[in-house]
């Protein structure tokens, strides 16, 4: 099985292929994400740094990032693949990716890149609601990202709200810094021959993961 890297930008709807990924070829998730939020400890030196950084929206330094993410390639059920969400997002920080890889003989595998609008993003961040306990995203837009109960986590039960910055000013300024801050990184991929774009506008979530299947079966 092939290691995975998705690049998309915000509301692409990456993390929803990445699970439906996991699941079919039953390989691990990875999102940085999720990473972070369990490193947050304040018993220990790193998880300080973390939320430190993130309560004053700070980026973690690189190199817990890195140390992280190695910790996590180390686990016996990324063996045979995995799908890695939300990193790298710069070609620094692919650079130091290939290192990690080299040092654990792991291939660079594919990388999919969801290329999308900034109009439908913002139609679909417009239309999201998380929830704040266990941080399972929803998307009122799209009908089988609705919660199963209006308004409350399929997860956890928990109610579900609406992000602080998910409103039209700051998500166009993400989207332009993200696709400004990519262009380099997909530029750098596909030099490496590993790159494949699909457009995803439009597409229900059934016709992406159709087309994220043919290109890792390929």
């Given at each position: 099985?092939?290691n995975?890297i998705?690049i998309?930008?915000?509301?692409a709807g990456?993390?929803?292929q990445?699970?439906?990924v ?8 990875i ?5 972070m939020?369990?490193a947050r400890n ?10 430190a950084?993130q309560d004053?929206?700070k980026?973690?330094p690189?190199?817990?990032?890195l140390?992280?993410?190695?910790e996590?390639?180390?686990k ?6 995995y799908?890695?969400?939300g990193f790298?997002?710069?070609v620094?920080?692919?650079?130091e990716?290939?290192k990690i890889?080299k ?17 439908t993003?913002?139609k679909?961040?417009?239309s999201?609601i998380?929830?704040?306990?266990c ?6 837009l799209?009908?089988n ?6 308004n409350?986590?399929?997860k956890c ?7 602080s910055?998910?409103?039209?000013e700051t ?8 696709m400004?801050?990519?262009l380099?990184?997909i530029k750098?991929?596909e030099?490496?021959?590993c790159?494949?774009?699909l ?8 016709d ?8 890792i079966?390929?």
């Amino acid at each position: 099985m092939k290691n995975i890297i998705f690049i998309a930008p915000p509301s692409a709807g990456k993390g929803t292929q990445a699970k439906l990924v996991s699941k079919e070829y039953n390989i691990p998730h990875i999102s940085i994400g999720e990473i972070m939020r369990n490193a947050r400890n304040p018993a220990t030196e790193i998880g300080r740094i973390i939320i430190a950084c993130q309560d004053e929206r700070k980026l973690v330094p690189l190199n817990i990032t890195l140390e992280l993410i190695k910790e996590r390639l180390c686990k016996s059920d990324c063996n045979n693949g995995y799908i890695l969400d939300g990193f790298p997002r710069s070609v620094e920080q692919a650079d130091e990716y290939n290192k990690i890889l080299k040092e654990l003989n792991k291939d660079l595998g594919i990388v999919i890149f969801m290329d999308i609008d900034k109009e439908t993003a913002l139609k679909r961040t417009l239309s999201r609601i998380v929830c704040p306990t266990c941080g399972e995203t929803y998307n009122l837009l799209i009908e089988n990202l609705k919660p199963k109960k209006e308004n409350i986590c399929d997860k956890c039960g928990n109610k579900l709200k609406v992000r602080s910055d998910d409103n039209a000013e700051t998500f166009i300024k993400g989207f332009e810094t993200y696709m400004d801050s990519t262009l380099a990184l997909i530029k750098y991929y596909e030099k490496l021959g590993c790159l494949y774009t699909l457009n995803v506008r439009d597409k229900s979530v059934e016709d992406v993961f159709k087309e994220v299947k043919k290109v890792i079966n390929d």
